[in-house]
């Protein structure tokens, strides 16, 4: 059986801006918590799931501008899977008061970088799926 998303987070320079976006076209719920510099989203969809926007504390190269939390069961076997199959830890495993742990990693596709890794109460890792390369802009 497969490993559940279980959460997503989108990286932007004007949160605000996008926030206001996609809480206008989809009616999604989007409260900022200023102190962790976070909108926890919530989407409303049935069988959906939630997630974040936030601005990066760090200044680029960003892992990418969205990424997807898996849920599993024992966060570093997993890391040691990505490792082995060629992937990069990016962040090592981090606790999340009340929440569990998280790793971000990245993905080597077709000679990019690609991402990542979280927990909501379990270990858990995640990753994001490459986008199509675009004619004219390099690997």
């Known amino acids: 059986m497969g490993r559940a998303v279980v959460h997503w987070e989108l990286m932007s320079k004007d949160p605000a801006k996008v926030s206001d976006f996609y809480a206008k076209i989809f009616d999604w719920t989007i409260r900022h918590v200023p102190?962790?510099?976070?909108?926890?989203v919530e989407t409303g969809g049935a069988g959906g799931i939630n997630g974040g926007i936030l601005k990066p504390e760090r200044e680029g190269p960003w892992p990418g501008n969205m990424l997807f939390y898996?849920?599993?069961?024992?966060?570093?076997a997993?890391?040691?899977?990505?490792v082995a199959a060629g992937g990069q830890i990016h962040v090592e495993e981090q606790q999340v008061p009340g929440m569990g742990s998280f790793s971000l990693f990245r993905r080597i596709v077709?000679?990019?970088?690609?991402?990542?890794?979280?927990?909501?109460?379990?270990?858990?890792?995640?990753?994001?799926?490459?986008?199509?390369r675009r004619p004219g802009r390099p690997a």
Do not use: Q
């Open 110 to 132: 077709e000679g990019a970088a690609r991402p990542h890794a979280r927990n909501h109460g379990r270990p858990c890792r995640a990753r994001r799926r490459a986008r199509p």
């Open 35 to 40: 102190e962790l510099n976070y909108r926890v």
């Open 78 to 82: 997993y890391c040691k899977k990505i």
């Open 70 to 76: 898996i849920d599993v069961d024992d966060l570093a």
